[in-house]
């Protein structure tokens, strides 16, 4: 896939991400009672306003790979009505709103790879090449031919379909197969002696795949996010004790999650992994990965960050007593400006040490 097709799906994909991350904010401001004032795709300055619903601005800004919500006196307590007047409560649920909601959209796509990734079924077995001159290319035999019974006799498994076609060398047996949702029957003599690497009938076998069941698919999904939470909360610890190697363990800007992203597809194209449904199974792991990051990511306990807006409305839970928000404008100010300098770093690090999928 070209370089110019691969950075438009990386920011296309990056886009919806934080659009969706953003639109969680959304949905918990409207719900709490707080105005929206402007839902922006991208960072200003501002290109153009598209539309207007319901008082709140929809436009489209000049730098790419992000977007924002402004809600109602977001860091004015003198505003009424706003976000910065409201309970901690309320902005408590809108803070977490956002990685939550980014939460939730790699649990879903998780699902989708999931279903599609399938569950082997063990009573059945699935032609996956054919030898030439063998006597499955003899009798028309093709690869993708399932085989549920010999003689009559549903299989159990791949290994008794094995032992009763060794079994049976040199006689004819009748395979019953599905061949594209088709059942019927063919007549095959098993070989006696074949050559070296091949089996009597000259085929490859492996278990076909059903689409994984949906309860299923969801259970292994959350099982896989709550890895990804733990294995980076212990991720600290596990680079100080040195069990970690930091160059591994590393932050990644945008141009080290366009190489991850450009890996996968790449691990797609060149991968024979057989799958129940024909998914880009590495590039949908990816997005997953990428949004649950996101979500962690901005939960952490940073100023400027969703986690740091969450911090700051502990206090009030705890004694009562909030913050004065001029103390907190400036905290995040700052907090933001050393971010931009952070992402500076990651970047040059991205060029200078590319990522790599283990």
Request: charged share 15%; aromatic share 8%.
């Amino acid at each position: 896939m070209s370089f110019l097709l691969v950075l438009l799906q990386v920011v296309f994909v990056i886009g919806l991400l934080v659009f969706f991350h953003e639109l969680g904010h959304f949905i918990a401001a409207r719900a709490v009672g707080v105005p929206i004032e402007e839902f922006g795709f991208g960072y200003p300055p501002r290109l153009a306003k598209i539309g207007e619903w319901q008082g709140t601005e929809i436009t489209i800004n000049w730098i790419p790979f992000g977007g924002f919500v402004r809600p109602k006196g977001e860091a004015d307590d003198t505003v009424e009505g706003g976000m910065a007047a409201a309970p901690a409560w309320k902005r408590l649920v809108i803070a977490l709103s956002g990685p939550v909601m980014n939460f939730i959209i790699g649990i879903i796509v998780l699902v989708i790879v999931y279903g599609a990734m399938g569950t082997p079924v063990s009573n059945e077995a699935m032609v996956t090449q054919i030898a030439p001159d063998s006597p499955a290319m003899q009798v028309g035999m093709l690869p993708g031919d399932i085989i549920l019974a010999v003689d009559g006799e549903n299989i159990e498994n791949i290994e008794q379909l094995i032992e009763t076609v060794n079994s049976n060398v040199g006689n004819e047996i009748t395979l019953t197969i599905n061949r594209d949702g088709t059942t019927q029957d063919i007549r095959i003599t098993p070989r006696e002696n074949p050559p070296q690497g091949e089996g009597a009938m000259g085929v490859g076998l492996s278990n076909p795949l059903k689409p994984t069941p949906l309860f299923q698919s969801i259970g292994y999904a959350f099982e896989t996010t709550g890895y990804i939470i733990r294995e980076t909360i212990l991720l600290p610890g596990r680079l100080i004790s040195g069990n970690v190697d930091p160059a591994v363990a590393r932050p990644v800007g945008y141009k080290g999650i366009f190489d991850i992203y450009n890996q996968a597809v790449e691990m797609d194209q060149e991968s024979d992994v057989y799958t129940a449904e024909p998914i880009p199974v590495f590039t949908l792991s990816i997005i997953a990965n990428i949004s649950i990051a996101l979500g962690i990511t901005n939960l952490l306990p940073i100023p400027a960050l969703d986690g740091g807006r969450i911090l700051f409305t502990l206090p009030e839970f705890i004694f009562g007593k909030r913050i004065p928000q001029k103390w907190e404008n400036a905290v995040n100010t700052v907090s933001f400006l050393l971010l931009i300098g952070l992402m500076v770093v990651i970047t040059i690090l991205d060029f200078t040490n590319p990522v790599v999928i283990p």
